[in-house]
């Protein structure tokens, strides 16, 4: 465990800021008024190693740590958090076929997710089985030397404009042990997306509902053997939660860089804001909550990367705390604004509004301490 970053590490942190500060932030606001998803500015933090980060290098990935794309996702995250997750939901879906395709399926289709000439989907959720996603009912019936899929998936990010879906499917009988794990062409036949919901928050990535009616999907297009794609979304998920309690932290610093900025400008009573003791005492709060959670995602982080037994209870732990203390940080920046954090052109409301999706996807806060009241009564026995 470390509590300070090495050169390397400084190095690709002060990259990926750099790269957040001058294309991604710039354009922020206008991709969220206008649901933009910026696939051509994404390609282009791939050309800087983004698109692959802890792939293997034999397909064209970065081959760099948990750690270190805990440090990327959350700078990136200072410019758009909604850009940066997605960018961590595609690493999520590409890890996947990493990890557990065999080398012919790795070398099919990571070298252009790396580049991010294809972007891949990670479909998991489903209308009736979000928290429960071991209930999920997407059949894929064998015939021959495809599968048959019908079903529907719910709230998929990037869906209808990416090129693969990593999707969970049952394969077998109900519980986690009947699900598989399928790369899917978006373009296949039977394959059909909703309309891009109308959220909250997150609107420079789409998010639908993916069908799949009648679709025809190789048997070769199966990750490992059938039956332990449970097993497989879970190990994602790991992962994924750290990426996404990165992107809240990198959301909620500039919400606190913006108060600070703002405060020192704004008078009140003949005095900068930034001058009353009160205030000066609810920075304070901020930045050390902010810290706690950063330190805490470092140190999950080096548990998952060292595969540590008690690395998805940390991740979970990190996972629940981190995104909590996101959306406060991010909150309270926009209550130091007053009326001014309430307008859009300030830029406070929409880290806000994007972060509040962090505490229910990758699984909710709720299950988080589910899954760490498990390992602890667990541990006890």
Not at 257 to 262: E, F, G, L, N, V
Request: with cysteine.
């Amino acid at each position: 465990m470390q509590f300070a970053l090495n050169e390397d590490q400084v190095a690709v942190r002060d990259m990926a800021l750099a790269f957040a500060a001058s294309r991604i932030a710039p354009h922020a606001l206008r991709w969220d008024e206008e649901k933009h998803f910026p696939v051509d500015v994404m390609r282009e933090a791939a050309t800087l190693g983004m698109g692959g980060i802890y792939i293997r290098e034999d397909v064209g990935g970065s081959a760099m740590t948990r750690f270190d794309a805990a440090l990327i996702f959350e700078a990136l995250a200072t410019g758009c958090p909604t850009t940066s997750a997605f960018i961590s939901i595609h690493n999520m879906a590409s890890w996947m076929i990493d990890a557990f395709g065999s080398d012919t399926q790795r070398h099919q289709w990571l070298p252009k997710l790396c580049t991010m000439e294809l972007i891949a989907s990670y479909c998991l959720t489903e209308p009736g089985a979000g928290s429960d996603a071991a209930a999920l009912r997407t059949r894929a019936v064998r015939d021959g030397d495809h599968y048959v899929l019908d079903g529907q998936k719910q709230f998929i990010s990037g869906a209808g404009g990416t090129d693969l879906l990593v999707a969970m499917v049952r394969t077998g009988g109900d519980g986690p042990g009947g699900i598989s794990t399928l790369v899917i062409d978006g373009k296949t036949p039977g394959v059909s997306f909703g309309a891009n919901e109308r959220k909250m928050g997150w609107n420079a990535q789409p998010t639908r509902a993916v069908m799949f009616e009648n679709a025809r999907v190789p048997v070769a297009n199966r990750l490992s053997e059938e039956g332990v794609g449970f097993k497989i979304a879970m190990a994602g998920l790991d992962g994924g939660r750290l990426n996404i309690t990165a992107c809240s932290l990198g959301g909620a610093q500039t919400a606190l860089d913006k108060a600070r900025a703002y405060m020192k400008d704004r008078k009140a009573f003949g005095k900068r804001l930034d001058e009353f003791q009160a205030l000066q005492f609810k920075l304070a709060d901020m930045a050390i909550e902010l810290e706690a959670a950063r330190t805490f995602l470092w140190r999950a982080a080096a548990a998952l990367d060292r595969k540590d037994p008690d690395a998805t209870m940390l991740c979970a732990m990190a996972k629940r705390f981190g995104t909590d203390v996101g959306f406060e940080v991010a909150n309270h920046a926009l209550q130091l604004h007053g009326g001014y954090g309430y307008l859009s052109e300030y830029g406070i409301e929409k880290i806000v509004r994007d972060l509040r999706v962090h505490q229910i996807l990758e699984g909710t806060n709720e299950i988080m301490r589910l899954i760490v009241a498990r390992k602890l009564i667990e541990g006890a026995r």
